[in-house]
């Protein structure tokens, strides 16, 4: 699976929005963008996933770059309840579902 | 719906001890993984069941380790004997397709502590 790169940590204000980038410029075609996240004592919760559309939840939006070689995850209004450690994640369409997390990004969200 | 289940949620052993850990994952999710993360580290697989059966057990990282899912329902991951180095965050998750699309759902952890 190919390697993602993020910054280490962000901060926000509470009530703003977030933009969280990853680079993952050894994206194969068929390789999905997912990203997780871990908040404080629990076990890693998924956020979203695409492949080549922008894609949006009830959660985030997901905007992919038009070369795939990056994509960003959008929290369009940062609570206290989103920081947590985010995980970019690429995913071959075919791979059985392992998950390879990297270091992440510390989302700090200041009140 | 009930969400992963795992149990202890917290385990302190002496080394050379054995601990099971158990993970109770979606009813109707085939699909299990174990992941785990030490002191400092980044969370790393451990192996993945397709119901009773192990898919990959590429990330277990000695004989010490043993997984089991009889049945196809519940897993147990013993480590026998336990060493220091064990210590950490054991995270199990479970998914129905298995595939690169699927989302994983995940419990949360056994902390795993060995003196």
């Known amino acids: 699976d190919a390697k993602t790169t993020q910054p280490n940590s962000m901060e926000s204000n509470e009530e703003e929005p977030v933009h969280l980038p990853c680079n993952h410029s050894?994206?194969?075609?068929?390789?999905?963008i997912h990203w997780y996240r871990q908040l404080p004592s629990q076990g890693p919760e998924y956020v979203i996933h695409?492949?080549?559309s922008n894609v949006n939840n009830r959660m985030a939006s997901l905007a992919i770059a038009e070369d795939r070689k990056s994509s960003t995850l959008i929290l369009h209004r940062a609570t206290l309840r989103d920081a947590a450690v985010y995980y970019c994640?690429?995913?071959?369409?075919?791979?059985?579902?392992?998950?390879?997390f990297g270091q992440g990004t510390t989302l700090q969200v200041k009140p | 719906e009930a969400g992963v289940t795992q149990f202890p949620s917290h385990s302190v052993i002496e080394k050379g001890q054995t601990v099971t850990l158990r993970c109770d994952p979606i009813s109707g999710h085939d699909n299990l993984y174990w992941y785990r993360r030490v002191m400092g580290k980044e969370i790393k697989f451990l192996l993945h069941?397709?119901?009773?059966?192990?898919?990959?057990e590429s990330g277990m990282p000695n004989n010490r380790f043993l997984a089991e899912r009889t049945g196809g329902t519940y897993s147990t991951l013993k480590v026998q004997p336990a060493e220091l180095e064990d210590s950490g965050v054991y995270f199990c998750?479970?998914?129905?397709?298995?595939?690169?699309?699927?989302?994983?759902?995940f419990g949360p952890g056994t902390r795993l502590t060995v003196l």
């Open positions: 998750a479970s998914s129905q397709l298995g595939a690169g699309t699927d989302t994983q759902y």
């Open positions: 069941f397709v119901k009773e059966s192990k898919q990959d």
């Open positions: 994640i690429l995913i071959l369409w075919s791979n059985t579902g392992k998950l390879i």
């Open positions: 050894t994206i194969s075609g068929t390789d999905y």
């Open positions: 695409g492949l080549t």
